[in-house]
């Protein structure tokens, strides 16, 4: 678990080799977490609370098949006000990797934040560059595995989510209606970050994205 956390306490876990995707510089899909791949749970940290969403996997086999890495990209404030800890990330992080196998669906690669305004000790932070709708998670990824980001997508329950792939141009993000996306003003929100270079769809769930993003039609 160790060997992820980084010296600024920032988890960076890249899980395949570049000879898993379909170009030298691929687009990515970017996913958010909890309330996208995996049922909203507040501050989720027990592996048995742990469940998939209908068609996270199929989604994500079929961005597999087609030579996309898919990278999660969470933040994590629970660490951060310390309400649990990595080894609690790690268990739950374990046991949705290990059900997503089971169904042939993998992650490419996972990044996560734990600082937040209203964290302890080190990791009370305004603003952190890591912590989304900042993009640092995003141009780690695009550092650490050549990823194109002009071609690349974001999706989340947050329009926070959206705006974490605004900022690092990305070519568009999908707002999901599961989680907090149904509550009121988020997909109001998400829709603000619309512009001439970023394209902002809406979907029930992680099952539509084929339908609305480009790569997913090479």
Not at 73 to 90: A, E, H, L
Request: proline share 6%; net charge negative.
């Amino acid at each position: 678990m160790k060997n992820f956390i980084q010296e600024t306490d920032l988890w960076v876990e890249v899980r395949s080799n570049s000879d898993k995707f379909l170009f030298k510089n691929p687009p990515a899909l970017f996913l958010d977490r909890d309330g996208t791949i995996v049922e909203e749970v507040l501050y989720l940290h027990k592996p048995e609370e742990m469940k998939l969403h209908l068609d996270a996997a199929q989604t994500i086999i079929k961005a597999n098949a087609i030579g996309i890495p898919v990278i999660i990209v969470t933040n994590q404030s629970g660490i951060g006000r310390g309400y649990y800890g990595w080894p609690d990330f790690c268990a739950v992080q374990d046991a949705m990797l290990e059900e997503l196998s089971s169904l042939g669906a993998r992650i490419d690669a996972v990044f996560a934040c734990p600082y937040h305004n209203d964290g302890q000790g080190p990791h009370i932070y305004k603003n952190h560059p890591d912590r989304k709708p900042n993009p640092g998670m995003l141009l780690k990824a695009e550092k650490l595995m050549s990823i194109n980001l002009p071609k690349s997508w974001i999706v989340g329950d947050r329009s926070t989510d959206l705006g974490a792939g605004h900022a690092a141009k990305c070519e568009g993000g999908v707002h999901l209606k599961t989680g907090h996306g149904s509550e009121p003003g988020e997909g109001e929100n998400a829709e603000t970050y619309k512009s001439e270079g970023f394209n902002v769809q809406h979907c029930q769930s992680i099952g539509e994205l084929p339908d609305v993003i480009p790569f997913f039609k090479i």
